[in-house]
C-alpha cells in the first residue's frame, strides 16, 4: 500500500528555517517524480517544488532561492528545506507523487507551517 | 490570482447534474492534460480525474471530464451530499519549467 506521511512542520518565527519530511512506504521515491503542494489557510492549492527520478530540481517563483527540496533514497524519504520564511509561507505542506500519465495521484495529510513572531 | 480560472462556487441539489469550469491557456490546458482533485472538508486532496477524462480506479462513474481547446470541464451526475468538497482542475504549464499550474478552486455545496 501507497502510504506518505509528512513531518516536521510547526511554528517559526520570519526569517527562520525549517525542514519538512515526507516518508514514503509502498513504492520508491528516487524512481518516482516527487513535489510539494502548499496550501495557504483558508486558500487553493498551489505547487511548490518537484524533484524528478533524475535528480532535477524545480522551484515555483514564491519560493525559488529560499527552498530547497531533496531526497534520501536510503530512507526513502522526500524532504523541503525552507529559509528565510515570511508570513506568506503559513501553509498546509503536502507532499504527493506525481505520475506523468496519472497527475498527482497520492498525497501525504499535510503538516502546518506558521510563520509568525 | 490562479493560472486556471475555476468559479469560485457551485452548488445542486441531490441527483441533480453540475458542471465546473475551468480555463487556462495554450501553455497549459491547451498543450498538456487536465487532472481534477476533490478536497473534502479536513482532508488531503484526492485524484478524482487524470488525462481529461480518466477515472481511478474507485473513482465513480457519476464523476466525468472533458476537455476542449484550453478549457475543461467537471461533471458530476447523481449529486449526492457527499460530493460536497472542493474541487480543483491542474496542468502542467509548459512556460514553467517543471511546474504544475491549479485552478484557485471551486466550493461545491450539495443543497
Known amino acids: 500500500e501507497v502510504q506518505l506521511v509528512e513531518s516536521g512542520g510547526g511554528l517559526v518565527q520570519p526569517g527562520g528555517s525549517l525542514r519538512l519530511s515526507c516518508a514514503a512506504s509502498?513504492?520508491?521515491?528516487?524512481?518516482?517524480?516527487m513535489s510539494w503542494v502548499r496550501q495557504a489557510p483558508g486558500k487553493g492549492l498551489e505547487w511548490v517544488s518537484v524533484?524528478?527520478?533524475?535528480?532535477?530540481?524545480y522551484y515555483a517563483d514564491s519560493v525559488k532561492g529560499r527552498f530547497t527540496i531533496s531526497r534520501d533514497n536510503s530512507k526513502n524519504t522526500l524532504y523541503l528545506q525552507m529559509n528565510s520564511l515570511r508570513a506568506e509561507d503559513t501553509a498546509v505542506y503536502y507532499c504527493?507523487?506525481?505520475?506523468?500519465?496519472?497527475?498527482?495521484?497520492?498525497w501525504g495529510q499535510g503538516t502546518l507551517v506558521t510563520v509568525s513572531s | 490570482q490562479s493560472v486556471l480560472t475555476q468559479p469560485p462556487s457551485a452548488s445542486g441539489t441531490p441527483g441533480q447534474r453540475v458542471t465546473i469550469s475551468c480555463s487556462g491557456s495554450s501553455s497549459n490546458i491547451g498543450s498538456n492534460y487536465v487532472y481534477w482533485y476533490q478536497q473534502l472538508p479536513g482532508t488531503a486532496p484526492k485524484l478524482l480525474i487524470y488525462?481529461?477524462?480518466q477515472r481511478p480506479s474507485g473513482v465513480p462513474d457519476r464523476f466525468s471530464g472533458s476537455k476542449s481547446g484550453t478549457s475543461a470541464s467537471l461533471a458530476i451526475s447523481g449529486l449526492r451530499s457527499e460530493d460536497e468538497a472542493d474541487y480543483y482542475c491542474?496542468?502542467?504549464?509548459?512556460?514553467?519549467?517543471?511546474?504544475?499550474?491549479f485552478g484557485g478552486g471551486t466550493k461545491l455545496t450539495v443543497l
Open positions: 504527493a507523487r506525481e505520475n506523468l500519465e496519472r497527475g498527482f495521484d497520492y
Open positions: 488525462r481529461n477524462n
Open positions: 524533484i524528478y527520478s533524475g535528480g532535477s530540481t
Open positions: 491542474a496542468a502542467w504549464d509548459d512556460s514553467l519549467s517543471g511546474s504544475v499550474v
Open positions: 509502498g513504492f520508491t521515491v528516487s524512481s518516482n517524480y
